[in-house]
């Protein structure tokens, strides 16, 4: 057949003939460098074959091929099926082709074409290049299998210039409801309004139907942000309506619609069952939304510069083995700045299985192993090993990235080491050890030890031994103590020698 073409370059030769005429009629794109050839007025081939119909079309669109007149646009048949959407959403925000300023020509008869026209016309485009006129909807959306007894290639391919006739034939194109302009009318339309899809006709949602899902979403995903930013829980045991504790997000979301009567509507007031925008799925994919939003702008405050990790691991709540990435970077102000990356759930400990899990991590947000330039661990063997630890596993695959053993941990480390090496600091923290858990387990000799540890504050205060102020004197709770954590509880144990003096 003529038009059995493969590829776009079979689409655009260089035409054999001098002339220029229209693509709607003869096939030609007047375009620099985009000329098409096809039978002019005749759509069947010399086997008598529809040519527009065979055509699978131009596989690959490109915004060159949006040609603002009319008479020489490539017609939309000419297209892949898969793209000729792509290239109705091109000509519509383009719009119709109305050069009200030109001056228009007249023909032998001294008629020309009138621009008021346009006015009383929206679908009426005008070609400068052929003086003839064109209808955009049929152009963007009449098929060639349908027939029009009047004027069929008229309004699309052949152009329309027989102005004299305009005041009849443009009410005629026009024709009755269920006419091919007026189909192609209701199709053009339809496309621009998506409310008319089929997806859309099927749940029938109404504008205020939108508006109250879009209030309902903001809601949840304003409850989500604060829970998230507070790290509390989202969920509880007993979230039934008759509960008298929902926990913290219907909890919030109660309290938030007896203050908002907007709000209050657009749960309680005509809101399907499956769209409340509250289950638990819903609330972890918001939760999941916020945190990719806190990832993507710490990415993008990095902005591909060097910088250090930290990181550690332990066990979670539910007994599950994590690890915690920090990442360490200097912004454009020269600040040292610290992100807290993300957690990773980690099968074991094992430097393999800890390096791998690095990399993913640091993969998942866009980050490369060879922009990094400072690790930092703790002091155990999977960690800072010389030869299989997690530091040399990554030095080995970037030597620049140096090792530094964290100071928190060595802080805590000294001072187990400090208190072991003298006796009376041993004898001190057992017997610290020994009045913390003698005492929390009594409230009554809690109450004691706080009373008269206030008795003895007071007299101080008036004595002036000490001064009040913000900061100084607070109540604080008493902690148990673990082998590796003295740093982190250092005033604590202050704090639990000066309340044990005040009770001898």
Same mark, same amino acid.
């Given at each position: 057949?003529?038009?059995?073409?493969?590829?776009?370059?079979?689409?655009?030769?260089?035409?054999?003939?001098?002339?220029?005429?229209?693509?709607?009629?003869?096939?030609?794109?007047?375009?620099?460098?985009?000329?098409?050839?096809?039978?002019?007025?005749?759509?069947?081939?010399?086997?008598?074959?529809?040519?527009?119909?065979? #055509?699978?079309? /131009?596989?690959?669109?490109?915004?060159?091929?949006?040609?603002?007149?009319?008479?020489?646009?490539?017609?939309?048949?000419?297209?892949?099926?898969?793209?000729?959407?792509?290239?109705?959403?091109?000509?519509?925000?383009?719009?119709?082709?109305?050069?009200?300023?030109?001056?228009?020509?007249?023909?032998?008869?001294?008629?020309?074409?009138?621009?008021?026209?346009?006015?009383?016309?929206?679908?009426?485009?005008?070609?400068?290049?052929?003086?003839?006129?064109?209808?955009?909807?049929?152009?963007?959306?009449?098929?060639?299998?349908?027939?029009?007894?009047?004027?069929?290639?008229?309004?699309?391919?052949?152009?329309?210039?027989?102005?004299?006739?305009?005041?009849?034939?443009?009410?005629?194109?026009?024709?009755?409801?269920?006419? +091919?302009?007026?189909?192609?009318?209701?199709?053009?339309?339809?496309?621009?309004?998506?409310?008319?899809?089929?997806?859309?006709?099927?749940?029938?949602?109404?504008?205020?139907?939108?508006?109250?899902?879009?209030? &309902?979403?903001?809601?949840?995903?304003?409850?989500?942000?604060?829970?998230?930013?507070?790290?509390?829980?989202?969920?509880?045991?007993?979230?039934?309506?008759?509960?008298?504790?929902?926990?913290?997000?219907?909890?919030?979301?109660?309290?938030?619609?007896?203050?908002?009567?907007?709000?209050?509507?657009?749960?309680?007031?005509?809101?399907?069952?499956?769209?409340?925008?509250?289950?638990?799925?819903?609330?972890?994919?918001?939760?999941?939304?916020?945190?990719?939003?806190?990832?993507?702008? /710490?990415?993008?405050?990095?902005?591909?510069?060097?910088?250090?990790?930290?990181?550690?691991?332990?066990?979670?709540?539910?007994?599950?083995?994590?690890?915690? +990435?920090?990442?360490?970077?200097?912004?454009?102000?020269?600040?040292?700045?610290?992100?807290?990356?993300?957690?990773?759930?980690?099968?074991?400990?094992?430097?393999?299985? $800890?390096?791998?899990? $690095?990399?993913?991590?640091?993969?998942?947000?866009?980050?490369?192993?060879?922009?990094?330039?400072?690790?930092?661990?703790?002091?155990?063997?999977?960690?800072?090993?010389?030869?299989?630890?997690?530091?040399?596993?990554?030095?080995?695959?970037?030597?620049?990235?140096?090792?530094?053993?964290?100071?928190?941990?060595?802080?805590?480390?000294?001072?187990?080491?400090?208190?072991?090496?003298?006796?009376?600091?041993?004898?001190?923290?057992?017997?610290?050890?020994?009045?913390?858990?003698?005492?929390?387990?009594?409230?009554?000799?809690?109450?004691?030890?706080?009373?008269?540890?206030?008795?003895? $504050?007071?007299?101080?205060?008036?004595?002036?031994?000490?001064?009040?102020?913000?900061?100084?004197?607070?109540?604080?709770?008493?902690?148990?103590?673990?082998?590796? &954590?003295?740093?982190?509880?250092?005033?604590?144990?202050?704090?639990?020698?000066?309340?044990?003096?005040? #009770?001898?």
């Amino acid at each position: 057949m003529l038009h059995k073409m493969t590829d776009l370059k079979s689409y655009f030769s260089q035409a054999s003939s001098g002339s220029r005429p229209s693509t709607r009629a003869s096939g030609v794109c007047n375009e620099p460098g985009i000329q098409v050839e096809v039978q002019e007025n005749n759509s069947e081939d010399a086997n008598g074959e529809n040519i527009y119909g065979q #055509v699978e079309g /131009i596989n690959q669109f490109n915004p060159d091929h949006i040609i603002s007149d009319p008479g020489l646009c490539i017609p939309i048949d000419y297209f892949a099926p898969n793209n000729r959407d792509d290239v109705r959403r091109a000509f519509i925000a383009k719009g119709p082709t109305q050069p009200i300023g030109h001056n228009f020509p007249q023909s032998h008869d001294k008629r020309s074409f009138q621009k008021h026209w346009f006015r009383q016309h929206s679908w009426l485009e005008y070609s400068v290049e052929k003086n003839k006129a064109y209808c955009f909807y049929c152009y963007l959306f009449k098929h060639d299998r349908m027939d029009d007894k009047f004027f069929h290639d008229a309004f699309t391919k052949v152009g329309f210039s027989q102005w004299r006739n305009v005041y009849t034939a443009f009410p005629k194109r026009v024709g009755g409801p269920n006419s +091919i302009h007026n189909t192609a009318a209701t199709a053009f339309h339809d496309f621009c309004n998506q409310r008319s899809s089929v997806s859309h006709k099927v749940a029938n949602y109404s504008k205020e139907a939108l508006v109250k899902y879009e209030t &309902r979403l903001e809601t949840s995903l304003s409850i989500v942000s604060l829970l998230a930013l507070q790290a509390e829980s989202f969920r509880g045991h007993d979230e039934t309506s008759t509960s008298l504790n929902k926990e913290n997000f219907l909890e919030f979301l109660d309290w938030y619609k007896q203050r908002n009567e907007e709000v209050r509507r657009a749960f309680d007031e005509l809101c399907p069952k499956n769209d409340k925008m509250i289950s638990g799925t819903i609330q972890k994919e918001l939760a999941n939304c916020c945190a990719e939003t806190v990832t993507r702008a /710490i990415k993008e405050e990095m902005e591909d510069c060097l910088f250090s990790i930290l990181v550690d691991e332990s066990r979670d709540i539910s007994v599950k083995e994590q690890m915690t +990435i920090v990442v360490r970077f200097v912004n454009k102000q020269g600040e040292v700045i610290g992100r807290f990356l993300g957690i990773k759930h980690v099968k074991d400990t094992t430097s393999e299985s $800890l390096k791998k899990a $690095l990399v993913e991590m640091v993969s998942d947000h866009g980050l490369v192993v060879a922009k990094l330039r400072g690790q930092g661990y703790d002091g155990a063997s999977n960690m800072r090993g010389e030869f299989n630890g997690l530091q040399k596993l990554i030095r080995d695959e970037n030597p620049f990235t140096f090792y530094v053993h964290c100071f928190a941990h060595q802080l805590q480390l000294i001072i187990v080491a400090v208190s072991k090496c003298c006796s009376s600091l041993v004898d001190f923290f057992e017997y610290v050890t020994s009045i913390v858990n003698s005492t929390c387990a009594s409230c009554k000799r809690k109450d004691i030890l706080q009373h008269k540890h206030r008795l003895n $504050l007071l007299s101080k205060l008036e004595s002036g031994e000490i001064s009040s102020g913000r900061g100084k004197q607070q109540e604080t709770s008493l902690s148990r103590l673990g082998d590796t &954590r003295w740093g982190s509880h250092y005033k604590t144990l202050l704090r639990i020698e000066s309340m044990w003096e005040s #009770v001898i």
